[in-house]
Structures are given as structure tokens and as C-alpha cells.
């Protein structure tokens, strides 16, 4: 553990240095980038060095490989050329240019009101995915009572035709993400090869013209890029399941989707900030955002708080000399833990059921239904006017104690993992500091508070800001146990979010709220939802630059 | 004097130690009498049960748990291997030996473990109150929840959730109708959950190593870069990728693809497992690669035969909870094999209080079914889940 956890510097300073710090990078990088794509400087310099190693960097941009091969590198010619092949022959393959050679543009021009997008109408999956990325398509059924399509009926699927079938805006941005992402995939491929071409020349120049063995070269690249070819495998498949995913949901908050764009009626459109001025300039949204955010953070610090003081609790009084049967004692209470979460939720959602839940069961067969809410009431957390039983999870005037329910289970479901967590950590105090202090006569008090307490905040400091953010977006604990609800009165919820139909249930976290924006109810409000993503990002992420800035090891190189 | 006697011991004790103490003086290795006793337990348990229709409620406990109770009291009465206290025979006379435990005593001490064994009790209760409901419900032959006992009683014991065969309370594991079913639903759907558990853990084991192993021991341009996008990648909302998913899959065709569905599991949990493997095969030293390659090992057989041997622990534990994911996954399944159920899918039918098959007492008695064997997974791998636990904390 590292001593920098406790040191007492500003954590709000420290927090905006580290952003400060990762926005100036940014910028460095995004600028050096821009420098290289559009200024000819570094193509004059190469020229100016070695006018021959440019003129192979030359021929690699026209045809890729071909430097290489100019190079007599012949093993690294091929596999240039054969992606830049196979990234031509998709084009072509999926694209339907024979058609618009074959005169079909003269016998449809474009219509009367000079729409024509070539791209649109004849593109392969990379350059039509590219024009679908831009304009989120153009050409729907309601175009047909102006006449349609160049001079044809839009239709819904039409197989003779392809260009004369409406656009699907979702397929397009999806499609297009994938064809952006491939398109860069090359680009990167490209440039490399690019100077692949110009740096080898000039190493073989280096040697007196001796060329690199097949053989020699394939081991090399074996054993130099042995921790590229490991993690590639991996890296794609992040790349398709988890990057481009993102991205796309990353971009609907700059777009005007919501489910009541009917496919091939309507187009999305960018929107661009349009979403996020309205989450952020209607004080209607905003008084939702900030009731949902602030009982987050309160949900995220209580959730993690009691766990962690509860799971001290218990691992130190099993390791007390107090108590014999340890192991026996540490078996039982570590069952919560064992029993799958999502079965524990569902369960918990039932023993508060308020007909014939376990909870109602037990305080009726005790006679005390009506003490307890006497009690509730009194501390303020019961509001129902219904007489009877308690209703503990779906009455709206109940919502504290709804809240009050959903820590308390987290807390049944959370504190076996820390109870095993400190047990492991009590385990490692070396016994030479308890030695040491008894020697200085001091108290169990003192050896607590000077001793154990200190070791192991110090060790589990970092877990407890990891659990704080897994309970930011700990989705499970709210929607299975309450599915969000209690939900707001239909009169408390301003028009114009009850127009949208996305408020949130009273005790929704932001993450369960963007879930039912996104998939429950009648509106799917995916703008929406995609905006409240991007915050939950930047706040997680803010969170986790901090922890990092602390921790030295993350960094150490070794 | 012989050394030989019978004792309970601490080392490599499970409980009390007594099964242990008999091996040790018996030589015959521990887990048979650890057999021997759970096998009495299960027998005098059901023994209880089937007596139980005819005695009362009290003798039916007595008789169930006895086994339980035969092997406390063995626990209690062997002496222990190494005496905390000196002992009579120590003594020259009685009143010495009382003076010395008198002296040994005190009040604060009892005090102290009364009260810690009070809360310890008390959270036993907590915990296993609503435990015990659930097993009440699975084996209650009832549709209402308020019918369920709130501890278990086994004179009403029925299995009728599980192979009723009446009109209206249909088992689980019975077909719903003969037309072209393999199996019920409910095992149709274990299945399905058990391809994909299986299939994620390998795929997640190998992946994962890889990456760990290349981050862990290689200098190479970028690396700080990816590891960040690794980081950042944890820290998005994991379901806000789902909606371009569910769309993509229509779009490709892999909507109910099993294999699919693996892959976005594997893919999402690549960065998390790498902080964790790194972590540990960061401890694992250098030297014993710097050893190997100047034996002429090459890259790959340093990994396979130097470190991933090393790193088999963790890979335990990442083994483990890829494992256990999918059991418990409902969101992304639901979306993305609205058909082909898995098992979280499947159980929470009966949860949906507006779905025609809302059916709270047949949920926990599948959600018994489910959780008894992950449980037992689960705490016989603890120490290893806290090692993993422990070992990713310290190094980040």
C-alpha cells in the first residue's frame, strides 16, 4: 500500500490537477495528430533526409506493398497488399456499382428536387456506412407524396432496386459505426505502411543493401511484438463487442432518437447538443436529475459505509479470544455471500412482499404490526395512510422506507465480503507490533486504534472506493428488489417530462433510471438515456483518474 | 507413556477438528471420516423426515439433526490435541489447581464472550431467516406465499414444486406438454446456462492469461495507453452498449446465438480479469524468466511452462466467477435470447407480479434448485476468492 493514500494534500485540487493534466495531453495529442494529417512538413523532411526511402514511402501510398516489394521485401509486400485487397473486395462485393455503370444513374437521374446520393444508392458497407454515419439517412416513405426517390416510389423492402427502399436510420448509424471504425482500423494500417516502406529502405541502406531472411524477419517479429500478438486476439473482440457498442450509444446522445421516430417515416438527425441543453437547461429534468443523482451518492456512500463497518465489526469479534468455533461461526455469515445476488434480491423482494411476505408474517404472528409502525412513523419513515399491513416497497408515500430497505438488504447481501475481506487482512498484522505495544503496556483499546484499525484501512482503503463506484452502478440491488418503484404520483411529474414518459421511480439510481429509459415503458427516450450514460461516465471516471493518481504501483513499470 | 491417543486437532481442522484427530490416530485419511459423518448426517436427516409423520414435532428435530448432534458432542468431550491450561494432574493437590483456574478467570472475559456470542447469534438468525423461508417455500405444496411456514416443517414437506403433477401447480421438472420437448423448460434452461458458463469460462481463462501475461511482463509502446482505455472501458455503464448490441445482433442474425452472447460476456470481462492477473504475475519474479530464456526457452514456452503454471491460483479465481456469471446474468440475456432461456431468465418469469406466470412459491423453489449448488462452489472456494480478492486490492 502506498503512504500517498493518506497523505492530506486537497483532494478537490488534486482531482483537477489530474484532469487538468489528462485534457492538456489530449490536446497535445489531438493537435500532433491534426499536424500530421493535413501539414506536408514531415513528407518535405523525409524527401529532404533520403529522397529514395521517400520515393518507397511514395509507392506504398499509391498501391500498398508496392514499396515493399520495390524494397525486396516481398514477405512484407504481401500482407499490405492482401488487406488492402480484401478491403476493396468488400467494398465492391457489398456495393452495387456494376448498376449504376451499367446506366441505371441516366435511366434514373436524380428527381425533381435534385436528391441524388450516389454513396447511398450504389456504396459497398464502408463508403455507404460512412454516408449512413453523416446523414442518418435521407430518402423515407413520406418523400413518395412529392414524388418520391428520383422519379420512383419509396418502398419498404424492394430487391430489384435496392436505392428505392426507405431508410433505416438505426441500421445506418449501427452500420456506419462499424464501417468508421474498420475505415480508421485502416488508415492506421496504411500509414504504417506507409513508413514501413521509408524506414526499411533506409535500414537496408544502413546494412549496404543486405535484405532481411524470410526467416529471420518472421522471428523476429515473433519475438519483438510477442506482447502485440498475445492481447490482438483479445483486443478485437473488445474492439466489436464492447468498443463499437459504446461508440454507438456514445453517439445517439448527439441525436434526436427517441421510439416515436417511426422506422421509415422519419429519420434520426444530429441534433448536436440539443439532448443535453434539455437535460441540462429545463429545471424540470434538472430537479429529476438532481433528486435521482443526489439519492445515488447517498445510496452509493451508505451501501458501502455500513458494509465495510459491519464486516469490521464481524471479523473482529470472530477473532476475538472471545469467541471459540471461529471457523464454524465464519461459515454461517458468509452465506449471503454465497448465495447468488440475484437470487438474494428476488428473495428480499418477496420477504417484503406486503401480502404474505415474510416480514409482514412475522410481525403479524408477533402481534407488533402495529408498534413497528408506530415506530416508523415516529422516526419519519412511514407515510401510508392505508390501514393494515406495511407496505414496505410499493407505496410512494412510503419511499423512505423503501430506501431505508434497499440499504439495509445491501447490507445483509454486502457484509460477508468484507468480513472475509478483513479477516485476511487481521491475519497479516505482523504480531511484532502487538509484541512491541505490550512491552509499551499498552491497552487492547490502544493496540485497536493504534494498530489493527490503521493497518486495515490502509490495506482496504482502495476496495472501499472500488465499492463505491460498483454501487454507483449497482443496477441489480435496485431493480430487483424494487424494479426502481415506488413511482411518483401521476401529479407530481411535470408535463414535460411526463410528455417524454421518462420520469424516474422514487428510488431509482441513475443507472436503473437510463435502463427504463432505454428499454421499459412506452417512450424509449435512447437520447436520453445516452446523455445520462455520458454523465455516469464522466463522474466514475473522474472518480477512478483520482484513485489512480494515488496509487504509484498501477504505473511502476516493470 | 503412549504418545498414541485420541484428540480433536486445530491443524487442517474443517469444524472441531475431530475428524482429523481420528486420522491422526487412526492413519487412515481424514475425508473418509468426514464421509462418514455427513453421510450419518443426510441419514438420520431423512430418517427424521420419514419418521416425522408419526411423532412429534420436537422428537422429529431431534431425531433429524441427531447425526449433527452426535458429532458436537464427540467435539466436545475429546480432549484436545495441545491444553490451553495446565491440567490436575499437573497440580499437587485440587485447591491448587481451582486457585489456578480461579486466577486464570475473569469477569470481564465472560462478560465479553457472552456478549459476542449473543451477536453472533443474532446475525445467524438474521441470516438465515430468510434462507430458511425460501427452503420452507420450495418444499411447500402451495401457490400463495402466505401459506409458506416461516421455518421449515417438514410434516408438511411436499415436492410437489418440483414433480407436482396437478393442473394447477405444474413441477418444474415436468414437461409442460409431450409435443417436442427434450427436456422441461426448467433443465432446457440449466442446460443452456451450463454452455455458456462453460464455453466463458475457458475462452475467459485463456483470453485472460494472455493479456495478463503480456502486461505483466513486457515493456512495449502504448502499454499505458491501452491500460487506460482497459480502465476506461470498466468504468462505462456495461449495459449502455447492450442497445447497439440487441440492434447488431438483429442485423447479423445472432439473436438466440448462444456463441454470441458468450462472446459480449468474455469481451466485457477481459479488462477487470487483466488488473487481476497482472496483478498477480507481477509478484511472480523475473529472474525465473531471465533463467529460462538464457536456457534457450522461448517467449511462448516461458508463459506456458514457467508462469501460467505459477499463476494457477489466480487463474482459479478468475475461473470461478467466469463461471458463475452467467448463472445469475438477467438483463443481457433477456434482450438478446428471448427464446433460448437462460436460467436467471427463465426464474424471473415467475417474479413479474403482471405475467400470467407470476408464481413467487415455484420461483424459490427453482431459485433453491439454482443457488444450493453455486453455494457449496462458493464457500469451498472462499479462501481462494479472498486470495484473489486480496492479491487484486494490494497491487491495483
Redesign the interface.
Known amino acids: 500500500?502506498e503512504k500517498e493514500v493518506f497523505d492530506n494534500e486537497n483532494w478537490g485540487m488534486k482531482i483537477l490537477r489530474a484532469v487538468g493534466r489528462f485534457f492538456e495531453r489530449l490536446g497535445i495529442r489531438i493537435a500532433k495528430f491534426a499536424i500530421m494529417l493535413f501539414f506536408p512538413l514531415h513528407i518535405y523532411r523525409a524527401f529532404k533526409t533520403n529522397k529514395k526511402a521517400a520515393f518507397r514511402g511514395l509507392l506504398s501510398s499509391i498501391i500498398p506493398g508496392l514499396g515493399q516489394l520495390r524494397n525486396k521485401q516481398w514477405y512484407k509486400a504481401i500482407p499490405f497488399f492482401a488487406v488492402f485487397l480484401i478491403i476493396i473486395i468488400i467494398e465492391l462485393t457489398t456495393g452495387s456499382y456494376q448498376y449504376a455503370l451499367s446506366g441505371e444513374l441516366a435511366q434514373y437521374p436524380a428527381g425533381a428536387d435534385g436528391r441524388l446520393f450516389f454513396f447511398r444508392d450504389y456504396g459497398g458497407y464502408i463508403t455507404r456506412g460512412i454516408w449512413g454515419l453523416m446523414s442518418l439517412g435521407e430518402v423515407t416513405l413520406l418523400d413518395n407524396a412529392a414524388g418520391g426517390y428520383r422519379g420512383e416510389q419509396v418502398l419498404k423492402i424492394d430487391r430489384i432496386l435496392t436505392w428505392r427502399s426507405m431508410d433505416n436510420s438505426?441500421?445506418l448509424l449501427?452500420?456506419g459505426?462499424?464501417a468508421f471504425t474498420i475505415t480508421v482500423m485502416y488508415i492506421t494500417i496504411y500509414i504504417a505502411n506507409i513508413k514501413d516502406a521509408y524506414r526499411s529502405y533506409i535500414t537496408i541502406e544502413a546494412n549496404e543493401g543486405v535484405v532481411e531472411e524470410p526467416k529471420v524477419f518472421v522471428k523476429r517479429i515473433?519475438?519483438d511484438?510477442?506482447?502485440?500478438i498475445?492481447?490482438i486476439?483479445?483486443?478485437i473482440?473488445?474492439l466489436?463487442?464492447?468498443?463499437?457498442?459504446?461508440l454507438?450509444?456514445f453517439l445517439?446522445a448527439f441525436t434526436n432518437w427517441t421510439s416515436k421516430i417511426q422506422i421509415g417515416l422519419r429519420t434520426i438527425n444530429w441534433t448536436g447538443l440539443d439532448t443535453f441543453k434539455l437535460v441540462f437547461q429545463n429545471t424540470e429534468f434538472l430537479g429529476f436529475f438532481g433528486t435521482v443523482f443526489l439519492w445515488t451518492v447517498f445510496y452509493a456512500f451508505m451501501a458501502s459505509v455500513t458494509v465495510y463497518i459491519l464486516g469490521l465489526i464481524?471479523a473482529l469479534?470472530?477473532e476475538?479470544?472471545?469467541?471459540k468455533?471461529k471457523?464454524?461461526?465464519r461459515?454461517?455469515?458468509?452465506?449471503?455471500?454465497?448465495?447468488?445476488?440475484?437470487?438474494?434480491l428476488?428473495?428480499?423482494?418477496?420477504?417484503f412482499?406486503e401480502?404474505?411476505?415474510?416480514m409482514n408474517?412475522?410481525l403479524a404472528?408477533a402481534g407488533m404490526t402495529e408498534t413497528v409502525k408506530e415506530f416508523l412513523r415516529n422516526i419519519g419513515l412511514l407515510g401510508q395512510t392505508t390501514e393494515g399491513v406495511i407496505i414496505w416497497l410499493n407505496d410512494p408515500l412510503n419511499a423512505n422506507l423503501t430506501r431505508a430497505i434497499i440499504i439495509i438488504v445491501n447490507l445483509?447481501l454486502g457484509f460477508p465480503?468484507f468480513m472475509?475481506?478483513i479477516?485476511?487482512?487481521l491475519g497479516t498484522i505482523p504480531k511484532s507490533l502487538y509484541e512491541a505495544a505490550d512491552i509499551d503496556g499498552a491497552s487492547g483499546n490502544q493496540k485497536f486504534r493504534f494498530i489493527t484499525l490503521p493497518w486495515v484501512l490502509r490495506?482496504?482503503a482502495?476496495?472501499i472506493i472500488t465499492t463505491f463506484?460498483f454501487n454507483f452502478?449497482n443496477?441489480?440491488a435496485i431493480?430487483?428488489l424494487t424494479g426502481g418503484g415506488p413511482g411518483y404520483p401521476p401529479d407530481e411529474i411535470p408535463t414535460s417530462v411526463a410528455v417524454l414518459g421518462a420520469a424516474p421511480g422514487k428510488t431509482d439510481i441513475l443507472?436503473s433510471w437510463?435502463?427504463k429509459l432505454?428499454?421499459v415503458g412506452g417512450t424509449k427516450n435512447?437520447n436520453l438515456?445516452?446523455v445520462y450514460?455520458i454523465l455516469?461516465?464522466v463522474l466514475?471516471?473522474l472518480t477512478?483518474i483520482y484513485t489512480?493518481s494515488k496509487?504509484k504501483?498501477?504505473?511502476e513499470?516493470? | 507413556m503412549d504418545n498414541k491417543r485420541l484428540y480433536k486437532t486445530k491443524d487442517g481442522a474443517k469444524m472441531l477438528g475431530v475428524c482429523k484427530g481420528f486420522s491422526e490416530y487412526s492413519g487412515l485419511p481424514a475425508f473418509m471420516f468426514r464421509g462418514a459423518f455427513i453421510i450419518l448426517g443426510i441419514f438420520t436427516f431423512v430418517l427424521g423426515i420419514i419418521l416425522g409423520q408419526n411423532v412429534s414435532q420436537l422428537i422429529m428435530y431431534l431425531i433429524m439433526f441427531s447425526g449433527l448432534f452426535v458429532y458436537v458432542i464427540i467435539g466436545l468431550l475429546l480432549p484436545p490435541k495441545f491444553y490451553k491450561y495446565k491440567r490436575l494432574k499437573d497440580f499437587d493437590d485440587l485447591g491448587e489447581y481451582l486457585a489456578y483456574r480461579l486466577r486464570r478467570f475473569s469477569f470481564k472475559t465472560l462478560i465479553f464472550s457472552l456478549l459476542s456470542y449473543a451477536w453472533l447469534l443474532m446475525w445467524v438468525v438474521i441470516v438465515l431467516t430468510p434462507l430458511l423461508w425460501m427452503v420452507s417455500a420450495a418444499f411447500t405444496d402451495t401457490t400463495l406465499l402466505s401459506a409458506v411456514p416461516i421455518y421449515p416443517d417438514f410434516s408438511q414437506w411436499s415436492l410437489a414444486n418440483y414433480f407436482g403433477q396437478d393442473e394447477t401447480n405444474l413441477g418444474l421438472f415436468v414437461y409442460k406438454s409431450s409435443s417436442d420437448a427434450v427436456l422441461p423448460e426448467y433443465l432446457d434452461a440449466f442446460f443452456v446456462t451450463l454452455k455458456i458458463a462453460v464455453l466463458n469460462t475457458i475462452l475467459i481463462v485463456i483470453f485472460s492469461s494472455l493479456v495478463g501475461f503480456a502486461f505483466s511482463r513486457y515493456r512495449f509502446k502504448g502499454k499505458k495507453k491501452v491500460l487506460l482505455t482497459l480502465m476506461a472501458l470498466q468504468m462505462f455503464p456495461s449495459f449502455m452498449g447492450m442497445l447497439a448490441l440487441v440492434m447488431f445482433f438483429r442485423q447479423f442474425g445472432l439473436t438466440n446465438n448462444w456463441v454470441a452472447l458468450t462472446m459480449i460476456y468474455v469481451a466485457g470481462s477481459i479488462p477487470y480479469n487483466t488488473f487481476i492477473v497482472r496483478g498477480f504475475m507481477r509478484n511472480i519474479p523475473k529472474s525465473l524468466d531471465e533463467a529460462a530464456s538464457i536456457d534457450g526457452a522461448t517467449n511462448l514456452q516461458i508463459m506456458w511452462r514457467v508462469i501460467i503454471p505459477l499463476a494457477v491460483p489466480i487463474m482459479g479465481f478468475i475461473a470461478v466467477t467466469a463461471f458463475m456469471g452467467p448463472w445469475l446474468d438477467y438483463i443481457l440475456p433477456s434482450v438478446i435470447m428471448p427464446q433460448e432461456q437462460t436460467v436467471a431468465v427463465w426464474l424471473f418469469r415467475y417474479m413479474d407480479p403482471l405475467g400470467a406466470t407470476y408464481s413467487p412459491v415455484k420461483f424459490m423453489a427453482g431459485a433453491l434448485f439454482l443457488a444450493v449448488p453455486i453455494m457449496m462452489v462458493q464457500v469451498y472456494m472462499q479462501r481462494f476468492v479472498v486470495y484473489g480478492l486480496t492479491a487484486g486490492a494490494e497491487k491495483g
Not at chain 1, 461459515?331 to 438474494?344: D, E, N, R, Y
Open positions: 500500500m438505426q441500421t449501427g452500420l459505426v462499424i515473433w519475438d511484438f510477442f506482447a502485440y498475445i492481447i486476439p483479445s483486443f473482440l473488445i466489436f463487442f464492447t468498443f463499437i457498442p459504446f454507438f450509444s445517439v464481524q469479534i470472530i476475538s479470544r472471545f469467541v468455533f471457523r464454524l461461526w461459515i454461517i455469515l458468509i452465506i449471503p455471500w454465497a448465495v447468488p445476488g440475484l437470487i438474494s428476488m428473495l428480499f423482494r418477496q420477504v412482499y401480502n404474505g411476505g415474510l408474517t412475522i404472528n445483509w465480503y472475509m475481506l479477516t485476511g487482512v490495506a482496504t482502495p476496495i463506484t452502478n443496477f441489480g431493480y430487483f443507472i437510463i435502463y432505454s428499454f435512447y438515456a445516452a450514460s455516469i461516465f466514475i471516471s477512478a489512480l496509487q504501483s498501477f504505473w513499470e516493470d
